[in-house]
């Protein structure tokens, strides 16, 4: 690797820092690296044995230091994709080269950054840059951001840069400004927060289309409401995006349909000590928002201005995420039987404590969560030709996307024993999420038993099944974790695809592994097999194919 060249940058800064004892360094390092085998006891679709990737051995390496005295921060990342980046990761991530970098100025009223920077207005349906590596997002902006805090209850924030994409830039321009007042606080209300906010978002890319009927700078502007009373909160967001040619294949500009874009966001809810209620709705209608327009649609969340999380449940037990629902904002006139031009839906989310001494708390109490949500596509005129076009109703509700009702009780018996038990039941449409064919009806149960033999030592067993009535048909599952003390842990776990149609598709998905944690440090290695399927975090997902090999991964900071 060529990490040697990035540690050399730290020699001047790490020699400044001890003759200086105001210059404080602090980073980390990280390094994800697989092994992929061949594997001929996983098949794929046509019989065939999972097979070696081209260069087997692929290590992602994220190596960054940041350095502070009195107001002023800077900091530069290193990135090392070698010999390539780990399967279905943006391609642009190959080889080795500084990452990203920026130097700041802060203080109580004033947040100057310059260089590569992350950043979130209101939501983020307009615009979010951050970093996730486990879904090989980094979106960063290069150029500058200003904050400006003049009072207590008032924020400016201006930004400008070109968005990251594997070494280099997007070619596009993004302006964007955002004010946000709080009005308790202005006003100086005791028991209530009250605030609004203003977005304004602008990406300027030139294309190559020949007399576009669409201008290069689209614009795009939210407005926000938040408001909270004792054990009440209310929040609402709705955003425009101005008419701009629509993308239904990747790189494939549609010059003739011209459309604008819009969401609307709405959550309330109330919570206090044992209770809570929490529901959430939102529409979008041709909100793929991207620093090129010819990115849209492509796996690799590349050159993605905004962010859309799925808002369901994030499931924590493997087979209850075979079925994951992924939002749609996009635009899609392939056939009459495969129209969309967004979504609309919400989730509601509930618990509720049973207290210590009740018939159902018993001595230590019982917790009960319930989460529902629904997905459709939105309904409307569709024309599928000559040419493209479609109207939206604004609360229609089309064909439905994804449905799931969730129940779980956690108990816990005593100071040692707890239990979880789940049940999930789920609606899946396959055509209408994934664009290839059919629907699945899923239901899923899930135990789980933790005995903790001391305040360190723990093991942990789960349970899994799921009936589904189409597609892979049905599943087992089980998990068994120890904590033999906090340094060290094992984990051994199998998804068996038993009840397949096709029997050589009925695979096992074993992995077999540990962690050892030491400060700051965390090693782990683990042997198996990956399910091909979509690996989502906070609601936003990516691809992984199935595969097959060892895994080693290092973190850690300081």
């Not at 006139?333 to 495969?338: C, N, P, R, S, V």
Request: glycine share 8%; net charge positive; proline share 2%.
């Amino acid at each position: 690797m060529k990490l040697y060249k990035l540690l050399l940058l730290l020699v001047p800064f790490t020699v400044l820092s001890q003759e200086k004892e105001k210059i404080n360094v602090f980073g980390g390092f990280e390094s994800n690296s697989q092994w992929y085998l061949n594997d001929t006891g996983l098949k794929d679709e046509f019989n065939l044995p999972t097979t070696q990737p081209e260069n087997p051995l692929r290590t992602n390496s994220y190596l960054f230091v940041n350095f502070k005295y009195k107001n002023w921060t800077a900091g530069i990342q290193g990135e090392a994709y070698e010999k390539n980046a780990l399967l279905n990761l943006n391609p642009k991530f190959i080889g080795t080269d500084v990452a990203t970098y920026f130097i700041q100025y802060k203080n109580e009223k004033i947040d100057i950054t310059a260089g590569y920077f992350y950043e979130q207005f209101g939501s983020g349906l307009l615009f979010r840059s951050w970093e996730d590596r486990a879904l090989g997002i980094n979106n960063a902006l290069r150029g500058g951001r200003f904050i400006y805090k003049p009072t207590k209850f008032l924020a400016f924030k201006s930004i400008y840069g070109q968005q990251r994409t594997g070494f280099d830039v997007a070619n596009s321009n993004i302006y964007g400004l955002d004010t946000e007042i709080t009005l308790s606080d202005l006003f100086k209300f005791d028991t209530t927060t009250l605030s609004m906010g203003l977005t304004y978002v602008g990406r300027d890319e030139k294309t190559d289309i020949q007399n576009p009927k669409f201008n290069s700078l689209t614009n795009a502007y939210a407005g926000r409401l938040s408001v909270a009373h004792n054990s009440f909160y209310l929040s609402t967001e709705f955003d425009y995006k101005s008419e701009d040619a629509v993308v239904q294949v990747t790189e494939q500009i549609d010059n003739n349909l011209i459309k604008p874009g819009s969401a609307l966001l709405l959550n309330l809810g109330y919570s206090k000590k044992g209770f809570g209620i929490d529901g959430t709705f939102r529409r979008l209608e041709n909100m793929g928002f991207f620093s090129e327009r010819g990115a849209k649609g492509n796996s690799f969340n590349d050159r993605i201005m905004n962010f859309i999380p799925s808002l369901t449940k994030q499931n924590h037990y493997n087979l209850a995420n075979i079925y994951v629902y992924q939002a749609q904002p996009n635009v899609i006139l392939a056939d009459k039987d495969l129209v969309k031009a967004g979504e609309i839906g919400g989730q509601i989310d509930l618990f509720y404590d049973f207290k210590k001494g009740t018939a159902l708390g018993g001595k230590n109490g019982m917790k009960l969560a319930f989460n529902f949500s629904n997905w459709n596509a939105l309904s409307g005129t569709f024309y599928i030709y000559n040419p493209q076009d479609y109207k939206t109703d604004f609360l229609g509700f089309g064909k439905r996307y994804f449905t799931d009702y969730n129940l779980e009780i956690t108990k816990k018996w005593n100071s040692k024993w707890q239990t979880i038990l789940s049940y999930s039941n789920q609606y899946y449409n396959k055509k209408m999420i994934q664009e290839t064919s059919g629907e699945v009806t899923a239901n899923i149960v899930a135990a789980e038993a933790t005995y903790k033999f001391n305040a360190t030592k723990s093991i942990r067993v789960v349970g899994e099944h799921l009936w589904a009535d189409h597609d892979k048909k049905n599943w087992a599952g089980g998990t068994v974790e120890m904590n033999l003390n906090s340094k060290l842990s094992f984990f051994l776990s199998d998804l068996y695809n038993y009840g397949n149609d096709t029997d050589y598709l009925r695979n096992h998905y074993y992995n077999i592994g540990g962690a050892f944690r030491k400060k700051a440090t965390r090693i782990a290695l683990n042997y198996g097999r990956q399910r091909g399927g979509l690996v989502c975090v906070g609601g936003v997902c990516r691809f992984v194919p199935e595969s097959s090999g060892l895994a080693l991964s290092l973190n850690t900071s300081f």
